[in-house]
């Protein structure tokens, strides 16, 4: 049932821009950290990491029993 979850969480994000998955892991406050630009940081983001990242935060979002 978790991995069923999971799967339709993973659907769900990657549909979503590179951009749009860091605005929402960073709780959609603009951060930059060590880039100079938003863009920049999208452009040096390591996309599977990200994608991965926001699949177990979405998960462990859902209420139980899940």
């Given at each position: 049932m978790n991995d069923m979850c999971k799967d339709s969480i993973l659907i769900d994000v990657l549909a979503m821009?590179?951009?749009?998955?860091l605005r929402e892991l960073d709780g959609n406050?603009?951060?930059t950290g060590l880039c100079d630009s938003f863009e920049e940081r999208v452009?040096?983001?390591?996309?599977d990491?990200?994608?991965d990242k926001l699949v177990?935060?979405?998960f462990e979002?859902?209420?139980e029993p899940y």
């Open positions: 821009g590179t951009g749009e998955i406050t603009p951060s452009a040096l983001t390591d996309r990491f990200v994608v177990e935060k979405r979002e859902l209420p």
